[in-house]
């Protein structure tokens, strides 16, 4: 349940044209897609344990889908998006440059 591969699960796994579409326009935005994943080389344990816990709120998105309960995967999923943008002063690392980010 790594990048692409989830995001390529969850277009899959819902048959969703709204969910593909949100996706295609995410992947667009600065600092948003998968694949533009930024780390800081000076603290590589914390970048190391803010990445097991996107992981584990992808594993969370992925239960509740299983559970249908869609409005906890919704939920789960905007915060896993802003991960980047919130949740690096959590872990001690200096998140500023996500904070000027645009956000969707």
Same mark, same amino acid.
């Given at each position: 349940?790594n /990048?692409? =591969?989830?995001?390529a699960?969850? @277009?899959?796994?819902?048959?969703?044209? @709204?969910? *593909?579409?949100?996706? !295609?326009? =995410? =992947?667009?935005? %600065?600092f *948003?897609?998968?694949?533009?994943?930024? &780390?800081?080389? =000076?603290?590589?344990? #914390?970048?190391?344990?803010?990445l097991?816990?996107?992981q584990?709120? +992808? #594993?969370? &998105?992925?239960? *509740?889908?299983? +559970?249908?309960? /869609?409005a906890?995967?919704?939920a789960?999923? +905007?915060?896993?998006?802003d991960?980047?943008?919130c949740?690096? !002063?959590?872990?001690?690392?200096?998140?500023?440059? *996500?904070?000027? !980010? %645009?956000? !969707?």
């Open positions: 349940m /990048g692409p =591969n989830f995001v699960f969850m @277009v899959q796994a819902t048959d969703s044209r @709204v969910i *593909a579409d949100a996706i !295609a326009r =995410n =992947n667009h935005l %600065p *948003a897609s998968a694949d533009s994943i930024t &780390v800081q080389k =000076n603290a590589l344990q #914390r970048e190391y344990q803010k097991r816990f996107a584990l709120q +992808r #594993r969370l &998105v992925f239960d *509740a889908l299983l +559970r249908r309960v /869609g906890r995967a919704e789960l999923m +905007r915060e896993h998006a991960i980047g943008g949740c690096g !002063a959590f872990f001690g690392l200096d998140d500023s440059a *996500a904070s000027t !980010a %645009p956000r !969707a």
